[in-house]
């Protein structure tokens, strides 16, 4: 019975949750006090960093899909994956941009 209420214990105690979070670094241990300025700016951060990671795996080829899948299981750092993307987006930018060049002067 004891170890039965020590599992719940933990399952509902939610400063072990909070415990578990941080130990992921999902969540800062002490977290600044956040304008609400601030807090719009990084949610926008996030909300574009996840585009572009789900625009690389719904649009992207399947080596850049498996490049970066490689990238986040080697532990790299959220600002590690967004500079891969950022690359990744810039090579995908400059091909689009060759790609028309190559169209243009081929109707002339």
Same mark, same amino acid.
């Given at each position: 019975?004891? &170890?039965?209420? /020590?599992?719940?214990?933990?399952?509902?105690?939610? %400063?072990?949750?909070?415990?578990?979070?941080?130990? @992921?670094?999902?969540?800062?241990?002490?977290?600044? %006090?956040?304008t609400?300025?601030?807090?719009?700016e &990084?949610?926008?951060?996030y909300? /574009?960093f996840?585009?572009?990671?789900?625009?690389l #795996? $719904?649009?992207?080829?399947?080596?850049? #899909? /498996?490049?970066? *899948?490689? *990238? *986040?299981?080697?532990? @790299? %750092?959220?600002?590690?994956?967004?500079?891969?993307?950022?690359?990744?987006? @810039?090579?995908?930018?400059?091909? #689009?941009?060759?790609? *028309?060049? $190559?169209?243009?002067?081929?109707? /002339?």
């Amino acid at each position: 019975m004891r &170890e039965q209420n /020590n599992g719940s214990q933990k399952n509902g105690d939610s %400063s072990h949750r909070n415990e578990s979070s941080q130990s @992921a670094g999902l969540e800062p241990s002490n977290p600044p %006090s956040r304008t609400p300025d601030r807090l719009a700016e &990084e949610l926008e951060y996030y909300r /574009n960093f996840l585009e572009q990671l789900l625009g690389l #795996v $719904r649009d992207g080829d399947q080596e850049d #899909v /498996n490049r970066m *899948i490689s *990238i *986040i299981r080697s532990d @790299a %750092s959220p600002q590690e994956i967004l500079t891969a993307l950022s690359e990744n987006t @810039a090579d995908n930018a400059q091909t #689009v941009q060759r790609d *028309i060049g $190559r169209s243009n002067h081929n109707q /002339n």
